[in-house]
């Protein structure tokens, strides 16, 4: 922590944070834990389809002799009095305080300060979902720098295994287990040996006609995909896959049978780390391990193109491990503030 650390605490509406997009990407880049999911872009997105009262969003900046080196985009749900970080746990891998190392310390404490000053607070949990393990408020909560005033409660929510990648696609190889190795190698062979061709979407031009394909591959897959796949998420996916073509992170990595879309694999490619937001595969092509595959070719892509880490982001599937990964646990944390 600085010696003599100033912060200023600007409170903002909604539509009065967009005039300060470019400082938002600016701060998120220069963050601990630079990820799409605290963008503009996926905010926005999410904001412009769910939320029907814009003043339930507060929009907290915080700086430090006229920098930005802190963002807290906070919901107010007075109903069930709680706050939150705006956006929610099925579409958002993660959800923290946007900070650059050295102030997150007065950052957290002047966003639960802030939150004690409102009058309509009395009785409200804080309620933290999706916060990564590196989040720097375990260390405030280890060293007692919150427990003054607040009870709190932590639950391990999920995991989002990644592979940092440090070489080549063979030395990628070799770390893997023997059994592993010939597994990859063999699926390889089988679906190069297939007429199936390869498509990169990354634009908008193409991005309408394939998601009316993906989103019929994605329901046919599993039978809660078709009850999470609701037409508001739809236009929400419809909005921020086209937001981040446009800003040229958007990377969708296809597989076509002739016309037939066969697998995809959605990649937000953000801070030089792949993302992997979402995938889909037809059951018809189970025998050449189709889903697989196009992960396999998206992991391969992000070493050839040498990102520093492949992040396959919520859940703890089995093929994540097999193909390297580690995870990185996620908690849901809520803070009863006195």
Known sequence: MNPIVKINCMELTWMESKK??????????ESDFPHPFSSFTFYN??????????????????????????????????????????GDKDLFDYRDLIYISGFYEEIYLEFL???????????????MQSIPESSELFNLLNAGKLIEFTDVKIL???????????NGWDDYLITLSKKQRHEVRR???KFESQDFHFKLINCNEDLSEFLLDFYQLFI??????????????????????SDFADKNELK?????DGNILISACIVI?????????????????????????????????SIENNKQVFNFLRGNERYKYDLGAKDIKLFEIKLFVD
Do not use: C
């Open 20 to 29: 300060k997009v470019p400082e938002w990407d600016d701060l998120l880049i």
């Open 45 to 86: 997105a999410w904001v412009e389809t769910f939320v029907d009262d814009l003043t339930q969003i507060k929009m907290l900046f915080f700086y430090n002799n006229h920098k930005l080196v802190g963002l807290v985009p906070i919901f107010v749900d007075h109903d069930n009095k709680n706050v939150s970080i705006l």
């Open 113 to 127: 300060s802030y939150l004690k000053s409102q009058k309509w607070f009395q009785g409200y949990t804080v309620i």
């Open 156 to 166: 391990e929510e999920d995991v989002t295994p990644i592979f940092d990648i440090n």
């Open 187 to 189: 699926k390889l062979r």
């Open 220 to 241: 046919n897959s599993r039978k809660d995909k078709k009850q999470f796949l609701t037409d508001q998420r739809k236009i929400f996916f419809n909005k921020m896959l």
């Open 252 to 256: 969708i990595l296809s597989y076509y």
């Open 269 to 301: 490619e953000y801070a030089n780390i792949y993302f992997l937001y979402n995938s889909a595969y037809s059951l018809d092509y189970n025998s050449f391990s189709v889903g697989l595959v196009s992960k396999i070719v998206a992991l391969k892509q």
